[in-house]
């Protein structure tokens, strides 16, 4: 969506609380709509799903999968620039991947602006506090994506003039906001994040509203991006510390389509939002990369849960969504064990990092065949703790947040290959596709600078 957020947008958005009552709303001169004012309203508002998808491009650029060269044909042009990382820029103007972030933006903005009016905190503190942490999170959340995909890696030395995405903070749809930087748009979150973790609750009735816990998870995951790892441990303990119950493999019975347990029903889920799925990550088109699923052993049950053979492809159908056709892009606690060992091992705390990764281990493999990992160094415990955080995190979209962090470790950096019409297309650390293309109408409204190629 454009940094000018058109009216229509607007109201196609305020259209999510289609119940909203008239005697509640307020004008705003500046672009001619209605906002709500009850704290209902607002919460309706933020409870629209289309809007919380996290963003997919990731996920299609990653080294997870492949598609085979007799689907490629299928995918068409689209479809190939999602596949080879839009090298060639994008055939369509627009992407959900930018609009949707966008939309949840203008929701928050608008929310954060109606709470602030005088009186309306009053008509119910507790509520108040839930539905203003609820927007300081969604906007954190749509930040998170867009500069993950839309910006260049991040590089502490250069964060502060590498160029990010636009920064909205205001619902002023006649507010002109080019590309702040990377460092800038960081800050912002981690701000947003602060105040959401000091205003939800604990728990919550549905798992499509985030918490205390979800706040704390995606603090330690943005922190562990940009290889503040200190700051990764604080916040993935304070998560844990709230919430650190695990599926276990062992009760899941094989289902021949798909075997996991939906997501309201699984006890790791903290946070669930569906991810944009692009249309190179559907069954029909993509294969799991062979060497991702050779690297489970035989007794380990993700094995069996995770994958299916279709007609001799191998393909994945294990999403925490809890179907097999939506991916999963919210926060499980599995992710933060892996965050916290990860960080253990790397500040050389082999036992702590071991006894993490088997904690969640023991819950994926066979109880009867079980084997607790091992490592002699916390070098080689960090080499362990990766190799399971790939296995145990494929197809969430954070694959592709841990190739960008790798590419500035060569102990760790991956080169990732696509063939595609006889033509063999890299990724390699450092690489400017590390930065997808902005949509072309967003460029062209705006004006702000295209990431080159």
């Known amino acids: 969506m454009n940094a000018r957020i058109p009216t229509m947008i607007v109201a196609m958005v305020l259209l999510a609380c289609t119940g909203c009552s008239k005697d509640w709303l307020d004008a705003k001169p500046e672009a001619s709509i209605a906002v709500p004012s009850d704290l209902e309203d607002f919460q309706a508002l933020l409870d629209n799903p289309n809007i919380h998808q996290y963003p997919g491009l990731g996920e299609a650029g990653s080294d997870n999968y492949y598609v085979d060269q007799s689907v490629i044909s299928s995918l068409g042009q689209y479809g190939l620039d999602f596949y080879l990382w839009s090298k060639n820029g994008w055939s369509y103007p627009t992407l959900y991947e930018w609009e949707f972030p966008y939309q949840g933006i203008l929701v928050s903005n608008l929310v954060l602006e109606g709470l602030a009016k005088k009186g309306v905190k009053e008509l119910n503190p507790g509520k108040w506090n839930e539905v203003a942490g609820n927007a300081y999170f969604f906007r954190a959340l749509a930040y998170a994506g867009l500069i993950e995909q839309f910006a260049n890696v991040y590089n502490a030395a250069t964060a502060d003039t590498d160029q990010g995405v636009p920064l909205r903070l205001s619902s002023n749809i006649n507010e002109q906001q080019g590309r702040v930087s990377i460092q800038t748009v960081y800050n912002q979150i981690i701000a947003d994040l602060g105040q959401s973790a000091g205003l939800l609750p604990a728990t919550a009735r549905y798992r499509t509203r985030p918490v205390r816990t979800a706040a704390y998870g995606l603090l330690s995951r943005v922190y562990l991006s940009i290889d503040q790892y200190d700051s990764a441990r604080k916040y993935s303990q304070l998560a844990l510390s709230l919430y650190d119950q695990l599926l276990d493999f062992n009760t899941l019975t094989y289902n021949d389509q798909f075997s996991l347990p939906q997501y309201y029903d699984n006890p790791e889920v903290i946070f669930y939002t569906p991810m944009l799925t692009a249309p190179t990550l559907y069954q029909y088109a993509a294969t799991v990369d062979s060497s991702l699923y050779k690297s489970y052993d035989a007794n380990d049950l993700r094995k069996l849960h995770f994958f299916r053979d279709n007609g001799g492809r191998i393909v994945w159908a294990g999403s925490y969504s809890g179907n097999v056709s939506q991916l999963f892009g919210g926060i499980a606690a599995s992710e933060l064990y892996l965050i916290l060992a990860e960080v253990y ?45 790939r ?28 063939f595609a019409n006889n033509e063999t297309v890299v990724l390699a650390p450092g690489d400017k596709k590390y930065a997808w293309i902005i949509p072309p109408s967003e460029v062209l409204a705006s004006g702000i600078p295209q990431n080159p190629r």
């Open 345 to 389: 091992a790397r500040k050389g705390e082999t036992t702590p990092a071991l006894e993490l990764l088997n904690k969640l281990l023991v819950k994926r493999f066979s109880a009867a065949h079980f084997v607790p990992a091992t490592a002699a160094s916390a070098a080689e415990a960090l080499q362990v703790i990766l190799q399971e955080r």
């Open 391 to 418: 296995k145990e995190t494929a197809f969430r979209g954070l694959r592709w947040a841990d190739l960008r962090r790798f590419s500035k470790q060569p102990a760790s950096a991956v080169t990732v290959k696509r």
